[in-house]
């Protein structure tokens, strides 16, 4: 049987990280992987989720099964800090995966078993695994352009193009918000076209918002998701905690659906549960109950939104500082787009020679597209990214 396999592609970030790692140079930049590092280059657990653990550590009494769909108390946790009082607690059905990527995959599998023949819009670019997981599970797809190559803004009348020819019963994909890899976003009054073309169309949005409090805050970030969950009848919802919590290993995610006909919401927790328990059977609990734990004490959620901030307003400082290191080499505003996106990412615009050229002289670690981690730099590896940048002629 074995010999039958085929080998797979090899993932592109996994495979940054291994050179990296055997890269001997002491001053090279890791700007590849997409976690968040503070200036000692450390992804550092967050005090308010240090806190909960050892409360948690002094209070917790089993290690018994949750439910299918994990802790309730996560599901209204996380479904109040995503979409705050946009729709009622009731049109909501919820279930808790493994990490965002689980919510992604278990979204896919919902639409899949809705309609077997569903058709998913990405946009182009997208975070890789979106392709991959469809890929693997038979699931047709259509890019529809996103990225301005030369302004590194969004495309958004070639967008809207795009999309008019979706189909009604369609998923439209959308990132919630700090699109990965770009950081370009959409804006309040670009949402709403979406909205109305959707619509129009009789398409389902699905939102994966894996940063929320990454960008401009964590109400401004979710201001597309809440315009959407508001005015569409159906949206499906994948949120990640990996980020905006620091428990990447924790894999903690959660998946939403929001019908406005409140009728279905009893068959679509079924139908999560029923997932769950075909993929993995109980989701994991640590990482939720402690995300749980968090918003729901006062105090630790006050020291978690401070920390955020802290978090948010590092990034922005790296990229203003990034933009302005740029301006001066270069004498040229073109590289303003970098303070202007947000989130950890932003896609610089370099061709794949040239990435590898950053690499090789320079010892800079970035994906092959050039989508670059702002949180992998500090303020003493800004200028030495500069320099690198203005050397290769970006």
């Known amino acids: 049987m074995f010999e039958n396999l085929k080998e797979q592609p090899a993932d592109k970030i996994l495979e940054l990280m291994q050179l990296y790692k055997e890269d001997p140079r002491s001053d090279k930049i890791d700007l590849g992987v997409g976690v968040y590092k503070d200036a000692s280059g450390n992804t550092p657990i967050m005090r308010a989720i240090k806190a909960a653990e050892k409360q948690l550590w002094e209070d917790e009494t089993t290690k018994s099964y949750t439910g299918l769909a994990g802790d309730p108390g996560f599901a209204d946790a996380m479904v109040k800090l995503v979409l705050g009082d946009t729709v009622p607690r009731e049109a909501v059905a919820a279930a808790a995966t493994p990490g965002g990527t689980g919510a992604v995959r278990q979204a896919f599998d919902l639409a899949k078993m809705a309609n077997p023949d569903v058709r998913v819009w990405v946009s182009d670019p997208t975070w890789p695994n979106h392709l991959s997981i469809l890929k693997h599970m038979g699931i047709p797809f259509t890019p529809y352009r996103y990225f301005d190559s030369e302004t590194r803004g969004v495309d958004f009348v070639h967008m809207i193009a795009d999309l008019t020819a979706v189909m009604p019963g369609d998923i439209v994909l959308l990132h919630g918000c700090c699109h990965n890899p770009t950081g370009a976003n959409l804006t309040q009054a670009q949402w709403k076209a979406v909205i109305e073309l959707l619509l129009e169309k009789e398409a389902v ?13 964590l109400d401004a970030d979710a201001f597309g998701v809440r315009l959407v969950a508001e005015k569409m009848p159906e949206v499906i919802i994948a949120a990640s905690c990996s980020k905006n919590f620091g428990i990447y290993r924790e894999r903690t995610g959660l998946l939403m659906t929001v019908s406005k006909n409140t009728s279905r919401t009893k068959l679509n927790q079924q139908s999560l549960a029923y997932l769950n ?20 004490d006062a105090e630790l959620r006050a020291d978690w939104a401070a920390e ?15 933009a302005g290191e740029l301006r001066q080499l270069t004498n040229s505003d073109k590289f303003d787009f970098i303070a202007q996106h947000r989130g950890m990412f932003s896609r610089l615009g370099a061709t794949p020679e040239q990435v590898a050229q950053l690499r090789k002289d320079h010892g800079i670690y970035m994906v092959g597209d050039s989508r670059l981690n702002i949180a992998g730099l500090n303020k003493t590896s800004v200028p030495v990214l500069a320099q690198a940048i203005a050397k290769v002629g970006i």
């Not at 949005?205 to 805050?217: H, R, S």
């Not at 328990?277 to 729901?296: E, K, W």
């Not at 978090?311 to 203003?320: A, D, I």
Request: hydrophobic fraction near 40%; avoid cysteine; aromatic fraction near 8%.
């Open 277 to 296: 328990r075909q993929n993995f059977s109980f989701p994991p609990d640590h990482g939720a109950r402690l995300v749980t734990m968090v918003l729901n």
């Open 308 to 322: 955020l901030e802290e978090v948010r307003n590092s990034m922005l400082g790296l990229r203003e500082q990034l």
């Open 205 to 217: 949005p699905m939102i994966d918002i894996a940063y929320q409090g990454f960008g401009d805050g």
